[in-house]
Nanobody
Framework: QVQLVESGGGAVQAGGSLRLSCAASGFTFSMYSMGWFRQTPGKEREFAAAISWRGGNTEYGDSVKGRFTVSRDNAKNTVYLQMNSLKPEDSAVYYC????????????????WGQGTQVTVSS
């Protein structure tokens, strides 16, 4: 069955860095665009970053642009989110998601979701 398993979350001080990973299985990873979203309690899930199925195109949410970098390794069925210059407002549960073929920036466009990994940034 389809599985998306995030890892790499944790606690970090403001200005620090974290690298999230999402390991995929159960579908043809190289044919899916991959996205990262984040959510805090009481708020809607927010788009952070996405990468096209071949990795040639990326999109970023305004709040993370210039600080986060999304990448993928199709040989390892894994997508990454490098997060630098972290701020307390980046604290959230981060989810990876898969969308067949086309790049997407909204929750409803994605078919498969992971369980999330918590990121906490202290000031």
């Amino acid at each position: 069955q389809v599985q998306l398993v995030e890892s790499g979350g944790g606690a970090v001080q403001a200005g620090g860095s974290l690298r999230l990973s999402c390991a995929a299985s159960g579908f043809t990873f190289s044919m899916y665009s991959m996205g990262w979203f984040r959510q805090t309690p009481g708020k809607e899930r927010e788009f952070a970053a996405a990468i096209s199925w071949r990795g040639g195109n990326t999109e970023y949410g305004d709040s993370v642009k210039g600080r986060f970098t999304v990448s993928r390794d199709n040989a390892k069925n894994t997508v990454y989110l490098q997060m630098n210059s972290l701020k307390p407002e980046d604290s959230a549960v981060y989810y990876c998601a898969a969308r067949f073929m086309g790049l997407g920036t909204s929750v409803r466009e994605y078919e498969y979701w992971g369980q999330g990994t918590q990121v906490t940034v202290s000031s």
